[in-house]
């Protein structure tokens, strides 16, 4: 079975191009690929109508709610965002309950997912057992259980001596280890950024060298032992001298950092709404233009989701008291499309930070548009606009901070391996 999408505007990260143009795909995989007028045939013919046909999303950070909270998000719902939301590969988190620590669980997660997710899914497990910092996960049995990648995500390593190990170990077996730069010291029981403004509402802070002191301590480890390392979310313009010097020094360090911190700030919060309530908080506009350079510049390298559900229960509360974290599966390619509408970021800056530079730090052969690559698409209109309706979103959670916002860009098909697995009536 081959398949010809014509009349596309390909958006090609690894080329740094937006042109006219045509792509083949056959059992699965790209055959062929050109700008001109196509002069191959095929079984099934796909008009892209002149929209944009790009690489489909790698999203590293998200949390499935499966097991022990099932309530709020689910491999078949969450599947069913990433794929409505042009997200081809989910990278998930282990903070589940329990904790994906063992091959034993790594195996029911795995096969949850391929039973209930039309997308792919790529698990990342726990760095340490119960990701309480005590002692380190069989990282081998794990990597040869599937797992991806380790992170205790918002459960920073207190003990040094522990972090060390395990991050020797992890050098030992050539795996990457993500973790989440903070302090937890300065940063536990903050709810927002350290500003006149939390001042002004009573909100507990945190100042943004709590950031900056985590990721100092993070890379004098990497730079002791040498392992592979991925900071999940760098959200404040004071750590990315640190950053920008650890790649200089030639350590293997990559950033990442979610599309709610380039799109909003902590002026965002207003009157209390728990829906912008995230972790690390929302920061200042200074940041957040410091973060936007730092994506144009490929001093960070990775734009994600950090898809965290919440059901309303526990966003409901006073703010201090409310549950952290917001959906971003289907929202993550229309707040980028506001980069992009902005002129902050091209479409293949964009696609280089959310699908080839993660497909390539995980060692996956997605996130590209070439021969022999998966076909792996998202197609979408990034001018469409529409008012996001949180009420619609596939996610069991409809934690958005973005709900009744006037956004731009409509996917408007999802191909898994060719096959579509998301079409908009």
């Given at each position: 079975?081959?398949?010809l999408f014509?009349?596309?505007r390909l958006?090609d990260?690894?080329?740094?191009?937006?042109?006219?143009?045509w792509?083949?795909v056959?059992d699965?995989k790209?055959?062929?690929?050109g700008?001109?007028?196509p002069?191959?045939?095929?079984?099934?013919?796909i008009d892209?109508?002149?929209?944009?046909?790009?690489p489909?999303i790698?999203?590293?950070g998200?949390?499935v709610c499966?097991?022990?909270e099932?309530?709020k998000?689910?491999y078949?719902t969450?599947?069913?965002a990433?794929?409505a939301?042009?997200?081809?590969t989910?990278v998930?988190r282990?903070?589940?309950?329990?904790a994906?620590?063992?091959?034993e669980?790594?195996?029911?997660?795995e096969?949850?997912a391929?039973e209930?997710?039309?997308?792919n899914v790529v698990p990342?497990?726990a760095l340490?057992?119960?990701?309480?910092?005590?002692?380190?996960t069989?990282i081998?049995?794990?990597?040869d259980?599937g797992?991806i990648?380790?992170?205790?995500?918002?459960?920073?390593?207190t003990?040094?001596?522990?972090?060390?190990?395990?991050m020797?170990y992890?050098?030992a077996?050539?795996?990457?280890v993500?973790?989440h730069p903070?302090d937890p010291?300065?940063?536990?029981?903050?709810?927002?950024n350290?500003?006149?403004?939390?001042?002004?509402?009573?909100?507990?802070?945190?100042?943004?060298?709590?950031?900056?002191?985590?990721?100092?301590?993070?890379?004098?480890l990497?730079?002791?032992?040498?392992v592979?390392?991925?900071?999940d979310q760098i959200?404040?313009?004071r750590?990315?001298?640190?950053?920008?010097?650890?790649k200089?020094n030639g350590f293997?360090?990559t950033?990442g950092t979610?599309i709610?911190?380039?799109?909003?700030n902590?002026?965002?919060?207003?009157?209390?709404r728990t829906f912008y309530?995230?972790?690390?908080?929302?920061r200042?506009?200074?940041?957040r233009l410091?973060?936007?350079?730092a994506?144009?510049?490929?001093l960070?390298?990775?734009?994600?989701?950090?898809h965290?559900?919440?059901?309303e229960?526990s966003?409901?509360?006073?703010?201090?008291?409310?549950?952290s974290?917001?959906?971003?599966?289907?929202t993550?390619?229309?707040?980028?499309?506001?980069?992009?509408?902005?002129g902050?970021?091209?479409l293949p800056q964009l696609?280089?930070a959310m699908a080839l530079?993660p497909a390539?730090?995980?060692?996956?052969?997605?996130?590209r548009?070439?021969?022999?690559?998966?076909?792996?698409f998202v197609?979408?209109?990034p001018?469409?606009?529409f008012?996001l309706?949180?009420?619609t979103?596939?996610?069991?959670s409809k934690?958005t901070?973005f709900?009744?916002?006037?956004m731009?860009?409509k996917?408007?098909?999802?191909y898994?391996?060719g096959?579509a697995?998301y079409?908009r009536?």
């Amino acid at each position: 079975m081959t398949t010809l999408f014509t009349n596309a505007r390909l958006i090609d990260p690894s080329r740094n191009s937006d042109a006219p143009g045509w792509v083949l795909v056959c059992d699965g995989k790209i055959t062929a690929l050109g700008n001109d007028t196509p002069s191959e045939t095929a079984d099934e013919t796909i008009d892209c109508g002149g929209k944009c046909l790009a690489p489909g999303i790698v999203d590293i950070g998200v949390k499935v709610c499966e097991p022990g909270e099932r309530h709020k998000e689910s491999y078949k719902t969450a599947g069913l965002a990433a794929a409505a939301g042009g997200v081809t590969t989910m990278v998930t988190r282990p903070d589940t309950l329990p904790a994906i620590d063992t091959p034993e669980v790594l195996e029911f997660v795995e096969r949850r997912a391929n039973e209930a997710a039309p997308v792919n899914v790529v698990p990342m497990a726990a760095l340490t057992k119960g990701r309480e910092g005590k002692e380190m996960t069989e990282i081998g049995f794990l990597m040869d259980a599937g797992a991806i990648a380790f992170t205790d995500c918002d459960h920073v390593v207190t003990n040094n001596k522990v972090l060390s190990r395990a991050m020797t170990y992890a050098r030992a077996n050539g795996a990457l280890v993500m973790s989440h730069p903070q302090d937890p010291g300065l940063s536990k029981g903050a709810s927002a950024n350290a500003s006149k403004f939390a001042a002004l509402r009573g909100l507990p802070a945190v100042s943004p060298m709590a950031e900056r002191m985590g990721l100092d301590r993070d890379l004098a480890l990497v730079e002791m032992t040498g392992v592979k390392y991925h900071a999940d979310q760098i959200t404040a313009a004071r750590a990315l001298p640190a950053l920008e010097r650890a790649k200089k020094n030639g350590f293997d360090v990559t950033a990442g950092t979610s599309i709610h911190h380039l799109t909003l700030n902590e002026l965002d919060v207003a009157d209390y709404r728990t829906f912008y309530k995230v972790k690390p908080p929302l920061r200042a506009e200074e940041d957040r233009l410091a973060l936007v350079e730092a994506v144009k510049s490929g001093l960070i390298d990775v734009i994600c989701s950090m898809h965290t559900p919440q059901d309303e229960e526990s966003k409901r509360l006073p703010f201090e008291e409310a549950a952290s974290g917001a959906v971003g599966l289907e929202t993550l390619l229309p707040a980028a499309m506001q980069l992009y509408q902005n002129g902050d970021l091209t479409l293949p800056q964009l696609f280089k930070a959310m699908a080839l530079n993660p497909a390539n730090r995980l060692g996956l052969p997605a996130g590209r548009i070439e021969e022999g690559a998966p076909a792996d698409f998202v197609v979408f209109d990034p001018d469409a606009p529409f008012i996001l309706d949180r009420f619609t979103l596939q996610s069991k959670s409809k934690n958005t901070p973005f709900d009744g916002a006037k956004m731009q860009g409509k996917v408007h098909a999802t191909y898994v391996a060719g096959k579509a697995v998301y079409r908009r009536d």
